[in-house]
Structure formats: structure tokens, C-alpha cells
Antibody, heavy 121, light 113 residues
Framework: QVQLVESGGGVVQPGRSLRLSCAASGFTFSSYGMHWVRQAPGKGLEWVAVVSYDGSNKYYADAVKGRFTISRDNSENTVYLQMNGLRAEDTAVYYC??????????????WGQGTLVTVSS | DVVMTQSPLSLPVTLGQPASISCRSSQSLLYSDGNTYLNWFQQRPGQSPRRLIYRVSNRDSGVPDRFSGSGSGTDFTLKISRVEAEDVGVYFCMQGTHWPPWTFGQGTKVEIK
């Protein structure tokens, strides 16, 4: 069965860095693009970043551009989110979600369970 | 960026009764390929989001047929024909026509009266 398992969350001080991982299994990872979407406590969903199936295309939300970097390793079936210069407003549960490569709209069809990032001094 | 606006934000419903959630976009979601990329997600308490509906009205595998989606252009609706206890949660619409960014509605919380 499809599994997306996020890890790497935790408590970090403002200005510091954190790297999230999302390990995929149960499907052909290299046929899917991957999103990161976050949800602040008690709030709605906010798209963060996306990477295409082969890593050649990447897009970022304005709120994280220049601070976050999305990448993937198809040999390890894993997508990453490197988060630098963290701010209090980055506090959220971070979800990875896949989309099928041939779906032009890149709509997520399966989500992981999320990992909580808390930015606090 | 396309702004997605849902209403109501809170929806108390009686078990077995219908429920309806509206989602409006600030721009038409009709793409030049003829498709409209409007999707609905359900997030049960303590769980991650689950896609229910894609491209306005297509149910995902395993989604009960009491869920239906409709609409066009900028106005869309998610309907639950008869609410069951397991339908409690927050429902989000999301557009995938004008990206990046992909944008979500604020969410509608469905609860049982």
C-alpha cells in the first residue's frame, strides 16, 4: 500500500535550520512529483513547495522562497525539505503529498501523516 | 494568486441530513485544455488530508457516493447527501489551474448537531 512517512520535525530556535524527509513506499516513486504542504496549529492548509518527478522543476511559495529548498533522491525514494532561517510563523505540521506525473495540475492524491515543526526560543 | 473562499466555515448538521459546502475562486478555474482543476479534500480530526473529489466532480477510489461535487467557472459545491458520523472533519477546496501557487480554501468544519 502507498505510504508516505515524514520525519525530521522538532523544536528549533528562530534562525536555525532543519531538514525534513519524506520516505515513500508502495508505489513507483520516480513516476510522481512531490509537494510539501503545511498547516499551522488550528489553521488551514498552505502549499510550500513542489518538485517534479525527476527533480528538474521546483517551485516555492513566496513565504519560503530563498529560505527553503526541496529536493529528491529517487534511488532512496525520498523527498526532502531543507529549511533555513526558520521563523516563528513557520511553525506547522508539514505534510508531503504526491501527484501523478501526467496530471498537469499536479493535484496531490495521497498525503503523509505529517511532522510537526515548532520554531521557538 | 487565486483566492479560494469557502462558506460556511462551520456547518452543524443532523445525522442523515444533507450538507452543502460552497467554494468560490477569484478567477475562473477553467483551463485551456477544457478541464477545471478544482478539488476537494477531507481532513478528519487528527488525520492528514484525504482527496475526495478531483476536477470538480470525479470521486476518488473508495469515496462513498454520498459525496458529490459540482460547479463551473468560479463557483463550486461539495454535497453530502446524508451525513454520517464518520464525515465529521474539515473540508478544503483546492485549485490546480493557476499555479504556482496551489491555493486552498480556509476550510469548512462539519460537525454533528
Amino acid at each position: 500500500q502507498v505510504q508516505l512517512v515524514e520525519s525530521g520535525g522538532g523544536v528549533v530556535q528562530p534562525g536555525r535550520s532543519l531538514r525534513l524527509s519524506c520516505a515513500a513506499s508502495g508505489f513507483t516513486f520516480s513516476s510522481y512529483g512531490m509537494h510539501w504542504v503545511r498547516q499551522a496549529p488550528g489553521k488551514g492548509l498552505e502549499w510550500v513547495a513542489v518538485v517534479s518527478y525527476d527533480g528538474s522543476n521546483k517551485y516555492y511559495a513566496d513565504a519560503v522562497k530563498g529560505r527553503f529548498t526541496i529536493s529528491r533522491d529517487n534511488s532512496e525514494n525520498t523527498v526532502y525539505l531543507q529549511m533555513n532561517g526558520l521563523r516563528a510563523e513557520d511553525t506547522a505540521v508539514y505534510y508531503c503529498a504526491r501527484y501523478y506525473n501526467y496530471d498537469w495540475s499536479c493535484t496531490p492524491d495521497y498525503w503523509g501523516q505529517g511532522t510537526l515543526v515548532t520554531v521557538s526560543s | 494568486d487565486v483566492v479560494m473562499t469557502q462558506s460556511p466555515l462551520s456547518l452543524p448538521v443532523t445525522l442523515g441530513q444533507p450538507a452543502s459546502i460552497s467554494c468560490r475562486s477569484s478567477q475562473s478555474l477553467l483551463y485551456s485544455d477544457g478541464n477545471t482543476y478544482l478539488n476537494w479534500f477531507q481532513q478528519r480530526p487528527g488525520q492528514s488530508p484525504r482527496r475526495l473529489i478531483y476536477r470538480v466532480s470525479n470521486r476518488d477510489s473508495g469515496v462513498p457516493d454520498r459525496f458529490s461535487g459540482s460547479g463551473s467557472g468560479t463557483d463550486f459545491t461539495l454535497k453530502i447527501s446524508r451525513v454520517e458520523a464518520e464525515d465529521v472533519g474539515v473540508y478544503f477546496c483546492m485549485q490546480g489551474t493557476h499555479w504556482p501557487p496551489w491555493t486552498f480554501g480556509q476550510g469548512t468544519k462539519v460537525e454533528i448537531k
